[in-house]
């Protein structure tokens, strides 16, 4: 049996409430990417730290690591669209480990956005992994059935 790691980002809590449900039907092992230093509570100001560090293609410090990540083979990623892509922690999170034969399952959670262009970003970022189609969630409102068939395949 494949052994799956459910790494995500989020800020609101909607990515979060996906991992956790994802956890629920795979029982793979939940991980928070949680940057050192965390990001304003009020939107405009998370915004624009966000764009800033986009513009300065930044990677925040990330405040833990996965321990034996070698031993996954499957990583569903989540992560909310910050501006047209993944957070700067994502990015970081990806450049700290080897995903070189790993299958990457990515969902986004996003206002209106859809993924934007996170899928081209993640495989860029893990040439050396199978990169799936980006699962697409608007807000909260994530329909369970849909979400059960796409954690199935």
């Known amino acids: 049996m494949s052994k799956t790691l459910i790494a ?3 800020h609101s809590g909607n990515t ?3 991992a956790e ?3 629920e039907i795979t029982g793979g092992d939940l991980f928070e990417i949680t940057s050192v230093n965390p990001y304003p509570r009020d939107y405009r100001a998370s915004v624009e730290q966000s764009k800033r560090e986009l513009a300065e293609q930044a990677r925040p410090e990330i405040s833990h690591k996965v321990e034996d990540f070698s031993s996954y083979e499957n990583i569903v990623l989540g992560y909310p669209n910050w501006c047209g ?4 922690p994502v990015w970081t999170f990806l450049e700290q480990y080897d995903f ?9 959670s996003h206002g209106s956005g859809g993924p934007g262009r996170s899928q081209f970003d993640l495989e ?7 990169v799936e189609k980006c699962f697409s969630v608007y807000g ?4 369970d059935t849909f979400l ?6």
């Open 16 to 18: 979060r409430l996906i």
């Open 8 to 10: 995500f980002f989020s």
């Open 124 to 130: 860029e970022l893990c040439p050396d992994a199978k």
């Open 85 to 88: 892509t993944m957070p700067m």
């Open 148 to 153: 059960r068939e796409w954690v199935q395949k």
């Open 21 to 23: 449900r994802i956890e």
């Open 100 to 108: 070189s034969g790993k299958r990457i399952f990515p969902y986004c």
């Open 140 to 143: 909260r409102s994530f329909n």
